[in-house]
């Protein structure tokens, strides 16, 4: 079952560009079938910042956790519980994002629910990115999978919910995987989703910030139920 997790690290060697010590950020993404460990992609994403990605059957979710109806439970790093309920998101319109040169971000919580005829045939997807002037797919950029990929919870900005998918289609004929990040952002005054920005910090990576009342640890009750 895919999941990931992450690791911050901010503890290295001092760096000469930034007179700062070496930062890390570590994803260990499940492959069910694949070895122990496999380091699958190494970043710089800023001046000594890095972000390494690795394959492992350790990271994968048992069965029982699967969250099919998109609702999570995330323990935080102090052990505390919190709650992101998600499921009302699939009677929303897909969200979108026009971003510069005619192309355009789409994205459909919890469920493949747009077509990319050009790359998938007739297989729906969760996210894709149009160009809007051929009026064809580029590419799907992540595919969902029965809530397989659990949130990472950052208590940053108030609290944020991250999912990483690594299961989109590859850019420049395979030469970069694919990624696309999901962030939730708390705002009360947003009932379902509104996308906020996105943004391509690397090469075939796109981040999608979303702010959502969902988010919001006030939207449930003691029990973890939405009671908005």
Same mark, same amino acid.
């Given at each position: 079952?895919?999941?990931?997790?992450?690791?911050?690290?901010?503890?290295?060697?001092?760096?000469?560009?930034?007179?700062?010590?070496?930062?890390?950020?570590?994803?260990?993404?499940?492959?069910?079938?694949?070895?122990?460990?496999?380091?699958?992609?190494?970043?710089?994403?800023?001046?000594?910042?890095?972000?390494?990605?690795?394959?492992?059957?350790?990271?994968?979710?048992?069965?029982?956790?699967?969250?099919?109806?998109? %609702?999570?439970?995330?323990?935080? %790093?102090?052990?505390?519980?919190?709650?992101?309920?998600?499921?009302?998101?699939?009677?929303?319109?897909?969200?979108?994002?026009?971003?510069?040169?005619?192309?355009?971000?789409?994205?459909?919580?919890?469920?493949?629910?747009?077509?990319?005829? %050009?790359?998938?045939? %007739?297989?729906?997807?969760?996210?894709?990115?149009?160009?809007?002037?051929?009026?064809?797919?580029?590419?799907?950029?992540?595919?969902?999978?029965?809530?397989?990929?659990?949130?990472?919870?950052?208590?940053?900005?108030?609290?944020?919910?991250?999912?990483?998918?690594?299961?989109?289609?590859?850019?420049?004929?395979?030469?970069?995987?694919?990624?696309?990040?999901?962030?939730?952002?708390?705002?009360?005054?947003?009932?379902?989703?509104?996308?906020?920005?996105?943004?391509?910090?690397?090469?075939?990576?796109?981040?999608?910030?979303?702010?959502?009342?969902?988010?919001?640890?006030?939207?449930?009750?003691?029990?973890?139920?939405?009671?908005?």
């Amino acid at each position: 079952v895919a999941a990931s997790f992450a690791f911050r690290y901010e503890d290295g060697e001092l760096c000469s560009q930034t007179q700062q010590p070496r930062k890390t950020n570590i994803y260990w993404t499940c492959a069910e079938n694949g070895p122990t460990a496999y380091m699958d992609r190494v970043q710089e994403v800023s001046t000594c910042d890095y972000h390494i990605t690795i394959e492992s059957a350790l990271a994968c979710v048992p069965e029982n956790t699967r969250n099919a109806n998109c %609702q999570y439970r995330v323990t935080t %790093q102090s052990g505390d519980t919190k709650n992101l309920n998600l499921a009302p998101l699939r009677e929303i319109n897909p969200l979108r994002f026009d971003g510069i040169n005619g192309y355009r971000v789409y994205y459909s919580p919890c469920q493949n629910g747009l077509n990319c005829y %050009q790359q998938s045939g %007739q297989r729906k997807v969760m996210s894709v990115l149009d160009n809007t002037v051929t009026g064809t797919c580029e590419r799907y950029i992540a595919t969902w999978e029965e809530g397989n990929h659990k949130p990472i919870y950052s208590a940053a900005n108030g609290g944020t919910y991250t999912f990483v998918y690594y299961n989109g289609e590859p850019c420049d004929g395979g030469a970069y995987g694919s990624e696309e990040r999901i962030t939730y952002i708390c705002d009360s005054s947003i009932q379902t989703a509104k996308t906020i920005n996105v943004t391509s910090l690397a090469p075939c990576r796109i981040d999608y910030f979303v702010a959502s009342s969902l988010a919001c640890d006030s939207s449930y009750d003691n029990n973890g139920k939405l009671i908005v």
